[in-house]
């Protein structure tokens, strides 16, 4: 079945380093890729997504490209800040509209 | 705008016991989702339901049942609590179709099973 792998964290950076967060995954078919970011006591919240091979999606500095040689979707940050730890989740959805998580990976930033 | 709502907050249940957690969304969203939240695993669908009147499993729905009565709701119902349903339920919606949709999630339900 589907499936989506990330990297093990917590991944700790200082801030304004740069952030790479790999996710590959499994799919039959050609999935829509997601990445979610999840603060601390919160739920989860859509942070970027593509939806074809090639797309990159962007947002708050963050970015990544669907890469359906590769079957990757990796989150990339030139500059981290304090404010972006947190558990970053890679998803994927095929049109049986099932979303399927990784494990998340903690990021945890200081100054 | 309230977006989904999920009830309890947080519940410490005995074991055996039977429990429903709420699950209310007023974006008339047709996609509606369970998910537990666990260290290590991420989150783990429980069900799905595309649409009103139907369900789905996930990837571990054994212990749980869902109905879908409306578009608005989807509660998840523990018929008979064991310790390893300790968890964090989080409830989630979104449009269905095309599968690229956004996916709303509520603030979620600790729940502890002793």
């Known amino acids: 079945g589907d499936s989506v792998t990330q990297m093990e964290g917590p991944v700790t950076l200082s801030e304004e380093a740069f952030l790479t967060i790999n996710c590959t995954y499994t799919a039959t078919g050609y999935p829509s890729l997601f990445w979610y970011v999840q603060y601390p006591g919160e739920g989860l919240q859509l942070l970027l997504k593509?939806?074809?091979?090639?797309d990159k999606g962007s947002n708050k500095g963050f970015e990544a490209t669907y890469r359906k040689e590769t079957t990757s979707f990796h989150l990339e940050k030139g500059s981290v800040q304090v404010s972006d730890s947190a558990v970053y989740f890679c998803a994927l959805s095929e049109n049986t509209d099932k979303l399927i998580f990784g494990t998340g990976t903690r990021l945890q930033v200081f100054p | 705008i309230a977006g989904i709502t999920q009830a309890p907050t947080s519940q410490i249940l005995a074991a055996g016991r039977r429990m429903t957690l709420r699950c209310t969304q007023d974006?008339?969203?047709?996609?509606m989702y369970w998910y537990r939240q666990d260290l290590g695993l991420g989150l783990r669908l429980i069900h799905y339901s595309n649409t009103a009147g139907t369900t789905g499993k996930g990837e571990v729905p054994d212990g749980y049942s869902v109905s879908r009565a409306n578009t608005d709701d989807f509660p998840l119902t523990l018929a008979s609590a064991v310790p390893s349903q300790t968890s964090v339920y989080f409830c989630a919606s979104r449009k269905a179709g095309t599968g690229n949709t956004e996916a709303f999630f509520g603030q979620g339900t600790r729940l502890t099973v002793v």
């Open positions: 974006m008339r969203h047709n996609a």
């Open positions: 593509a939806t074809k091979a090639d």
